[in-house]
């Protein structure tokens, strides 16, 4: 496995530790439809939570969430919409970002509740 697998492996479950340290449940990882992945569907208080993972080292040149352009916007919100679909009971939607950037060893987390809506 390449080393930036490896690393954006690292990242996403650093945010899983994150996310569940906050008191959401996770519901899946790396939830697939057509050409979308969804890093990590949560639950957390009444919103199924559509969580993009975005991992970067201390030396990169543009900050991890301005990497959810607007392409991958649209993938997350097609499949959410299935997902959605699927899902046994009406619920809110919301689409966060997290940001890792790691120095040495260590993870600097940012969170970006409701980081962009469904309507592009």
Do not use: C
């Amino acid at each position: 496995m390449a080393i930036h697998n490896d690393f954006g492996k690292e990242a996403e479950k650093e945010a899983q530790k994150y996310l569940r340290n906050k008191g959401y449940s996770i519901l899946e990882t790396n939830w697939r439809f057509h050409q979308a992945e969804i890093d990590i569907i949560a639950l957390y208080r009444s919103y199924l939570v559509i969580v993009e993972v975005k991992g970067r080292s201390g030396n990169s040149l543009i900050s991890p969430e301005e990497a959810v352009n607007v392409f991958k916007k649209k993938l997350l919100i097609d499949a959410a919409n299935r997902y959605a679909e699927n899902y046994p009971e009406e619920i809110n939607v919301r689409f966060d970002i997290i940001s890792l950037i790691r120095n040495e060893n260590r993870w600097q987390v940012n969170h970006i509740e409701d980081a962009f809506e469904a309507i592009l």
